[in-house]
């Protein structure tokens, strides 16, 4: 499809247990994003990748999750030893930024929606 | 870090009526406003921006306009639909593509 994939649509895990969300940008598109959205809340930034280089992982909640995209296209949010805190939907966008550029748009995907029993 | 203040935090209005929501930034820096459109169980949909060197933007039935002076900027829907119910958030970004959103409006409209 020509939009931003995420899968799987749904988890639920167990408290403790290690989660993998993937997402697929957006062909061609250099920036790509992770936030994390609490239910009734705006989407708040994890991490920034700029085609393999993750630039900022400042908002990364603790030394427990982990992002990657080593090719530059593919990105994969980890999450070790998942706590009921946790839960949210995980969203990843992309857009088409030029480096040294200003903003583009940046395009959702629909979302992982994790839940951690 | 920069915040983004959303009011009001749910709004009704009569098909066809008009509907405003008003977002305040508190980073100087930033300079570019996109506003996002969710609907339930998806992500959010970019329906207008605007960047800092622009005073107001228009895009059919929807507009956004900006205050730098006072850090606040607002979307004004017109003649509203039915679809045009759904959550409705403002960000700010300052050149890094790093958004930081509002907490969101619901707006329903009845018809």
Same mark, same amino acid.
């Given at each position: =499809?020509?939009?931003v994939?995420?899968?799987p649509r749904?988890k639920?895990?167990?408290?403790?247990?290690?989660v993998a969300l993937r997402?697929?940008?957006i062909s061609?598109?250099?920036?790509?994003?992770?936030?994390?959205?609490?239910l009734?809340q =705006?989407?708040?930034f994890?991490?920034?990748?700029q085609?393999?280089?993750?630039?900022?992982?400042s908002?990364?909640?603790?030394?427990r999750?982990f992002a990657?995209?080593?090719?530059?296209?593919?990105?994969?949010l980890k999450i070790?030893?998942?706590q009921?805190e946790?839960?949210a939907?995980?969203?990843?966008?992309s857009s088409?930024?030029v480096? =040294? =550029?200003?903003?583009t748009?940046?395009?959702?995907?629909?979302?992982?929606?994790?839940?951690?029993? | 870090?920069?915040n983004v203040e959303?009011?009001p935090?749910t709004l009704?209005?009569q098909?066809? $009526?008009?509907a405003?929501?008003?977002?305040?930034y508190? $980073?100087?820096?930033?300079?570019?406003f996109?506003?996002?459109?969710?609907e339930l169980?998806?992500g959010?949909?970019?329906?207008? $921006?605007?960047?800092?060197?622009?005073g107001?933007?228009?895009d059919?039935?929807?507009a956004?306009t900006?205050?730098k002076?006072?850090?606040h900027?607002?979307l004004?829907?017109?003649?509203?639909?039915?679809? $045009?119910s759904?959550?409705?958030f403002?960000?700010?970004?300052?050149?890094?593509n790093?958004l930081?959103f509002g907490k969101?409006n619901?707006?329903v409209?009845?018809?």
């Amino acid at each position: =499809g020509a939009g931003v994939s995420q899968s799987p649509r749904y988890k639920v895990a167990k408290r403790g247990q290690d989660v993998a969300l993937r997402c697929d940008p957006i062909s061609g598109h250099v920036s790509l994003f992770w936030y994390q959205q609490a239910l009734g809340q =705006g989407p708040e930034f994890l991490t920034y990748f700029q085609n393999e280089a993750q630039l900022d992982k400042s908002g990364l909640p603790s030394d427990r999750f982990f992002a990657e995209r080593p090719e530059g296209s593919v990105s994969t949010l980890k999450i070790q030893r998942t706590q009921q805190e946790d839960s949210a939907v995980y969203l990843c966008a992309s857009s088409f930024r030029v480096v =040294g =550029g200003g903003n583009t748009e940046a395009f959702f995907g629909q979302g992982t929606r994790l839940t951690v029993v | 870090g920069e915040n983004v203040e959303q009011h009001p935090s749910t709004l009704s209005v009569q098909e066809g $009526d008009s509907a405003v929501i008003k977002c305040t930034y508190s $980073d100087s820096a930033s300079n570019y406003f996109p506003w996002y459109k969710q609907e339930l169980g998806k992500g959010p949909q970019l329906i207008i $921006d605007i960047r800092s060197n622009v005073g107001e933007k228009k895009d059919q039935r929807i507009a956004v306009t900006l205050n730098k002076t006072a850090k606040h900027f607002s979307l004004h829907i017109t003649e509203t639909q039915p679809e $045009d119910s759904a959550v409705y958030f403002c960000a700010a970004s300052h050149g890094n593509n790093r958004l930081a959103f509002g907490k969101g409006n619901q707006v329903v409209v009845i018809p």
